[in-house]
């Protein structure tokens, strides 16, 4: 049975769907089968960052209202195999939609994949604890600086509240030189404000932001080009992720090609007969 991996953070603007959309892609490049849920109902963002923005008919509230089946909301993205989607609604009109119908879904959808990735919204709406009641566990995004790491402080209470036990934390955006000149907190000083475990910290990078802009996908690309940072970062937290061992900054500083990293197979994609 798939495992269910909320990605959540109280404060806007942290990174949950960058961090969402390259953590399944590097999942999937490792050989898992990844659904990813836009659970972000008032932004939807996620259909951008895949590149699925003209690829989609249904969407999450046409199988939570009963309009359609889950098979007819799930897109594979860029007709990859085993790496799916499905969008939040274009226009969210906050019908009521039980509990048990996010239940369901789940409960149907976990036997085809190994992880189903949620990125959920900024605010505790009611789908926000609908969906967050389906995970196994929770990744909390912050970015680096105090404001963002107490929020996440504030949104690993609120979880463990819930009943969700495993929570880890992402770092997004490090920078490094700051933090040692005391500009910006320290790692060490971000885990004892959170007092929550450390999945991975993915550095700051513009390159990051580009490849958002262009819906390119980490390990997803041309495997002989060089990794970057961010991607190193990603690979570490989806080894860990996986069940592996892998310290806090492994190969960091030892970047190489894409395809060169252990487990990172070639996507195979669907011809488009079969579609």
Do not use: W
């Not at 836009?38 to 003209?54: S, Y």
């Not at 961010?230 to 570490?236: Q, R, S, V």
């Not at 080894?239 to 395809?259: H, P, T, V």
């Amino acid at each position: 049975m798939g495992r269910v991996v909320f990605v959540s953070g109280f404060k806007g603007g942290v990174g949950k769907t960058t961090v969402s959309a390259n953590l399944a892609a590097t999942l999937h490049a490792l050989g898992n089968r990844v659904l990813v849920i836009d659970g972000d109902f008032g932004m939807r963002c996620m259909d951008m960052v895949l590149g699925m923005e003209n690829e989609t008919l249904f969407d999450c509230s046409d199988i939570l209202a009963g309009r359609c089946a889950p098979t007819a909301a799930v897109t594979e993205v860029r007709d990859m195999t085993d790496f799916s989607f499905i969008p939040a609604p274009m226009n969210y009109s906050g019908e009521n939609i039980p509990a048990s119908a996010y239940a369901r879904l789940i409960s149907e959808l976990r036997p085809d994949y190994d992880f189903i990735i949620i990125d959920s919204c900024a605010e505790m709406t009611e789908y926000y604890l609908a969906f967050a009641a389906q995970a196994d566990e929770a990744v909390i995004v912050t970015l680096h600086q105090s404001t963002s790491v107490r929020a996440a402080e504030k949104t690993a209470a609120r979880l463990s509240a819930m009943g969700i036990k495993k929570l880890s934390l992402v770092v997004n955006g490090y920078r490094e030189s700051f933090a040692e000149k005391g500009r910006l907190p320290s790692i060490a000083d971000i885990i004892n404000r959170s007092s929550v475990r450390l999945l991975g910290v993915v550095p700051y990078s513009e390159k990051l932001q580009a490849s958002q802009e262009a819906a390119e996908l980490a390990f997803s690309g041309n495997l002989r080009k060089k990794a970057t940072a961010p991607e190193g970062a990603f690979y570490n937290m989806a080894l860990r992720l996986c069940g592996q061992r892998i310290r806090l900054f492994d190969g960091a500083d030892q970047l190489k090609r894409r395809g060169s990293y252990k487990g990172i197979v070639k996507p195979q994609r669907i011809k488009r007969e079969e579609l």
